[in-house]
Each structure stands twice: as structure tokens, then as C-alpha cells.
């Protein structure tokens, strides 16, 4: 018979007899049964057809020679199987423990280095990014530069006084608004003698609003201004000046083509128009206007161009060129604000990478110190399975040599040998002891590191959120130069 063969044969009875005997695990050893191993040498048969023989023979002196051999034959196959396993069971464990402890120490080792590795990782970032931070603070430092220059020239303490999106789209409206107001104003006088009636006279009133608005609005804007510059003063009198003259001028112009309006058409001589006759008048005496209506056009005009002018000064800061440099100034600020915000929630991202990282190698730590553990435990189970699994082919082998020797005398007429008497041991120095190595020093040693790394665990997450704070500091101080 196999050793395959009998390891089969004693395997049916190992959920029976097991709960029965001693605990084995994963089945490496299972329990021999006695009553298969009879069956499949055919003990009984065997012991009484001997009997009936008188074999063995009275005068034998011990069971070595006899048929009582194949017992111990099978007995040993199956330990021998016994053997194989627990070779085979005893290294894979041995292994993985060895990989376990290993591992875990390896695991302990960086989860110590883990700040140095957030310090050498945040700096690879601020390295990768340095291009971009530096040319954008480079453009930040030219441009305050630039701004802090044209304070300084043009004796501006004050801060950039910005329109902002509502007062420019109310100063837009409100120049809308002159126009609209103007021409309908004026519609009404210049309707008379046109044609077209009070269409034609809205449509020359707004063409005329529009050139007065148009032109007070853009000399306030682009050059009245300038009347609060340091050395350019001349420039804003002279444009309030030609402001107030060329409104005067449209004001007029306009005054008098209602006046030239209101001559009956046949009155006028051959090839005269209104226009032609208004030009005439003003070129002669400007201010000899002949009724009411058109020194209220003129004054309407005056009015509006004047509110125009105004709304052109207050379109933006009242100091010539300030606007622009503030806002070049400011859009710098932003850009490199936002760049260094940009580094704080990087840096912030990376500490808190790293944060998880470490709950996840504590965890594994502890994880993998009960994985030793737990593999220490389970090759012991295995090796005391073993020295049991033993014991019970021992009392299996003493079994079945009690029932051979019981059935061979009951068929005998002559008396049994006188070792039948004699209680027989399983020889079983054919298995030696299973290798393996002692972890007990090295688990004692690694539950220690991994007790002195949760004592530490503060301390390691601290140094952390230590390097954290001093790089995120560092930002924070670039950031307060900006606003300083």
C-alpha cells in the first residue's frame, strides 16, 4: 500500500474521530482509524488464518519477521505523510513569518522617515514650480516698482480712487441719459418750418446732442483732468477752456439754425437755406439771437455739455495716468497672490497626503504585528498537531496489534509466543523532529519597536505638521508683502 493510499484510507474517519482526539490543523494529520487500516491489510483474516497455523510460532521471540510488520509498515507510511506535511507546513510558515516581521520593520522604519519624506517632497514641488514663482514675482516687483515710482513723482499718497463696474455703468448711463434728454428737449424747437415736422427736429437735436455730449464728455475725460497733474496743469485749463468754447460754439451754431428755422420760407432769398442763413448770423453777431426758445436751446446746450464734462472727469480717477498704473499694479498683486495661495494649497494637500499616510502606516504596522503573531501561533498549533498526530498513530499501532494478537490466539492450539504478553511501542525514530526557527526573540523585539512607535506617533505626526507650518509660513509672509 501507498503512502497516498493510506492517507486516504485513514482520512474518512477524521471528521469522527477528530472532535474525539485532539485538534489538528487544516487536516495535515489526520487521525488513523484503526478499524480501515484492519480492513485494508486484512488484519482479522490474516491473524486467524495464521492462528489456525499456529504462526507465529510458539518458540518466536519477538514480532520482527512476522506478519504483525505490515502493521507497523502502514503505521509508519501514514507517519511519514505525517512528517512530509508538517515539513511542508512548518517552512511555509516559517517564511511567511520571516517576510511578516521583516515587512513590519521595514514598515516602522518609514513611517519614522515619513517627515523627512513630506520635507523632501514638498521641496521637489517648490523646485518643479520655482520658474513660474519667480517670474511671477519678478513681474510683481517691476510693476509695484513702477507704481511706488509714479506715487512718488507725482506726489500721490492717496490710494487709486477706481470707478468700479456700478459708477462706470451709471456714468455711461447718465451720459446716455444727457443725449436722450437733450434731444428731446430740444426736439420741439427745432421742429418748426422742417419738413418732417417734430421727427426731423428729434433727429437734429439728438445728431446735435450727440456732438456736444460727445465732445464735452471726451475733453473732460482725456484732458480737463489734467488740472490736477503736478507739471502738466496747462493741459487740463487749456481743455476746460477749449470745452467751454467749443460747447459755446455748438450751442450757438445750434441757437441760431433755429432762429434761421423760424424765417417763412418764402422770404427767403433765391438759393438761402436755413443753414446758409444761420452761419451768415452767427459769422456776423453770435449773440443777436431773436427770441426766447433759442437762448433756452443755447443754455440747454450749455448745461448738458457742461454735465457731460463733468461726467468724463469723474469717469476715472481724477489724476491723469494713475488709473492705468494702479491697475497694472493691481493685476500683478492678484497674479502673484493667487501663485502663492496656489503653493499654500499644494503644500496643504501634500501635508495632508502625508497625514493619511501615516494612520495608514500605523495601521499596517499593527496589522502586521498580529499577522506574526498570528503566524507564530498557527506553526506552533502545527508542530503540537504534530507530536499529537504521533501519539495517535502510536495508540492506533498498539490498537491493531491488540486485536492481531487476539485473533491469532483464539484459533490456536498451541500456545501464543510468549511476546504476545508484551505491550509494543511504535517505533518512531524513522520521523525526527520538524526544522523550524524561533521567532520568539525577534516577535518580542518587534512588538517593542512597534510599542515605541505608537509612543512616538504624536511626535512623527507632529514633526509633520511642524514642517507644514514653517513652509506655509514662509508663504504667508511673501503674501503679507503684498498687502503691506
Same mark, same amino acid.
Given at each position: 500500500m501507498s503512502d497516498k493510499n493510506s492517507v486516504m484510507t485513514v482520512s474518512g474517519s477524521v471528521n469522527k474521530l477528530q472532535s474525539a482526539t485532539v485538534f489538528i490543523p487544516d487536516s495535515q494529520f489526520p487521525v488513523i482509524d484503526p478499524k480501515n487500516v484492519a480492513a485494508q491489510i486484512n488484519l482479522l483474516q490474516e491473524a486467524k488464518a495464521l492462528g489456525e497455523k499456529n504462526l507465529p510460532p510458539t518458540n518466536q521471540a519477538s514480532r520482527f519477521g512476522t506478519r504483525e510488520m505490515d502493521i507497523d509498515t502502514e503505521i509508519q507510511r501514514v507517519v511519514s505523510g505525517y512528517q512530509e506535511r508538517a515539513i511542508a507546513r512548518v517552512e511555509a510558515l516559517d517564511a511567511v513569518e520571516l517576510k511578516a516581521i521583516g515587512d513590519t520593520k521595514e514598515e516602522i522604519t518609514q513611517t519614522r522617515l515619513l517627515p523627512n519624506l513630506f520635507k523632501q517632497e514638498v521641496q521637489s514641488y517648490l523646485n518643479n514650480a520655482s520658474t513660474e514663482y519667480e517670474e511671477t514675482r519678478a513681474d510683481f516687483q517691476t510693476t509695484q516698482k513702477e507704481y511706488e515710482t509714479f506715487r512718488r513723482e507725482n506726489g500721490l499718497e492717496r490710494t487709486c480712487n477706481f470707478p468700479g463696474r456700478g459708477r462706470t455703468i451709471l456714468s455711461l448711463a447718465l451720459l446716455a441719459l444727457?443725449?436722450?434728454?437733450?434731444?428731446?428737449?430740444?426736439?420741439?424747437?427745432?421742429?418748426?418750418?422742417?419738413?418732417?415736422?417734430?421727427?426731423?427736429?428729434? !433727429?437734429?437735436?439728438?445728431?446735435?446732442?450727440?456732438?456736444?455730449?460727445? !465732445?464735452? %464728455?471726451?475733453?473732460?475725460?482725456?484732458?480737463?483732468?489734467?488740472?490736477?497733474?503736478?507739471?502738466?496743469?496747462? !493741459?487740463?485749463?487749456?481743455?476746460?477752456?477749449?470745452?467751454?468754447?467749443?460747447?459755446?460754439?455748438?450751442?450757438?451754431?445750434?441757437?441760431?439754425?433755429?432762429?434761421?428755422?423760424?424765417?417763412?420760407?418764402?422770404?427767403?432769398?433765391?438759393?438761402?437755406?436755413?443753414?446758409?442763413?444761420?452761419?451768415?448770423?452767427f459769422s456776423e453777431n453770435p449773440f443777436a439771437l431773436s427770441d426766447i426758445y433759442s437762448w433756452l436751446l443755447l443754455l440747454l446746450t450749455l448745461f448738458f455739455g457742461v454735465s457731460a464734462c463733468l461726467d468724463g472727469y469723474w469717469f476715472d480717477d481724477p489724476y491723469p495716468g494713475y488709473s492705468a498704473v494702479a491697475k497694472k499694479y493691481l493685476a500683478a498683486t492678484d497674479i502673484w497672490a493667487e501663485v502663492i495661495e496656489d503653493r499654500r494649497i499644494e503644500v496643504n494637500s !501634500?501635508? $495632508?497626503? %502625508?497625514?493619511?499616510?501615516?494612520? $495608514?502606516?500605523?495601521?499596517?504596522?499593527?496589522?502586521?504585528?498580529?499577522?506574526?503573531?498570528?503566524?507564530f501561533h498557527s506553526k506552533q498549533l502545527t508542530l503540537t498537531a504534530y507530536q499529537d498526530a504521533h501519539r495517535s498513530a502510536d495508540k492506533a499501532f498498539q490498537t491493531l496489534v491488540s486485536k492481531f494478537r487476539s485473533e491469532n490466539t483464539k484459533y490456536r492450539t498451541e500456545p501464543p509466543p510468549q511476546y504476545f504478553g508484551q505491550k509494543e511501542v511504535l517505533d518512531l525514530d524513522a520521523s525526527p523532529n520538524v526544522p523550524t526557527t524561533d521567532f520568539t526573540q525577534a516577535l518580542d523585539e518587534?512588538?517593542?519597536?512597534?510599542?515605541?512607535?505608537?509612543?512616538?506617533?504624536?511626535?512623527?505626526?507632529? $514633526?509633520?505638521?511642524?514642517?507644514?507650518?514653517? $513652509?506655509?509660513?514662509?508663504?504667508?509672509?511673501?503674501?503679507?508683502?503684498?498687502?503691506?
Open positions: 444727457f443725449i436722450l434728454v437733450e434731444g428731446c428737449a430740444n426736439s420741439s424747437l427745432f421742429a418748426t418750418n422742417l419738413e418732417g415736422g417734430w421727427l426731423d427736429g428729434f !433727429i437734429y437735436a439728438i445728431l446735435a446732442s450727440a456732438i456736444n455730449v460727445g !465732445i464735452a %464728455f471726451f475733453l473732460g475725460f482725456r484732458g480737463v483732468r489734467y488740472i490736477n497733474h503736478n507739471k502738466k496743469q496747462w !493741459i487740463g485749463f487749456a481743455s476746460l477752456t477749449i470745452c467751454v468754447l467749443l460747447v459755446l460754439f455748438i450751442g450757438f451754431v445750434v441757437a441760431h439754425y433755429r432762429d434761421a428755422l423760424q424765417i417763412p420760407v418764402e422770404e427767403l432769398l433765391p438759393g438761402q437755406t436755413a443753414a446758409s442763413v444761420a452761419l451768415q448770423t !501634500i501635508k $495632508e497626503k %502625508f497625514l493619511e499616510l501615516f494612520k $495608514e502606516h500605523i495601521l499596517s504596522v499593527q496589522n502586521g504585528l498580529v499577522h506574526a503573531k498570528k503566524t518587534l512588538a517593542k519597536m512597534v510599542d515605541d512607535l505608537r509612543n512616538d506617533s504624536e511626535k512623527i505626526r507632529g $514633526e509633520i505638521i511642524q514642517a507644514f507650518d514653517k $513652509e506655509d509660513a514662509k508663504l504667508l509672509e511673501e503674501k503679507k508683502v503684498i498687502y503691506a
